[in-house]
């Protein structure tokens, strides 16, 4: 791993190892609709489209990342 001094370069670090994209809603008490993409594009696409269609919609974009220093998936808030 890099020499990361703070949580922001380790939050750039795992940004530049993501793989692919989970947009994420929350609908209500431990329910939750995930859709998986490619593309960080389509991600907020698609993330707009739920927006202009529910404005009051809890709904955010992860990154599912695969940095080298761990065999596990992290996810980290992109917006």
Do not use: C
């Not at 795992?14 to 008490?29: A, N, W």
């Amino acid at each position: 791993m890099q020499d990361i001094n703070n949580s922001n370069e380790y939050d750039d670090y795992l940004k530049s190892h993501v793989e692919s994209y989970m947009v994420t809603e929350f609908l209500g008490r431990g329910q939750y609709n995930k859709v998986s993409f490619t593309s960080l594009e389509d991600a907020k696409r698609h993330q707009d489209q739920i927006k202009s269609n529910k404005p009051n919609a809890r709904i955010i974009v992860y990154g599912l990342s695969k940095p080298p220093h761990t065999n596990e998936i992290v996810s980290i808030a992109i917006g």
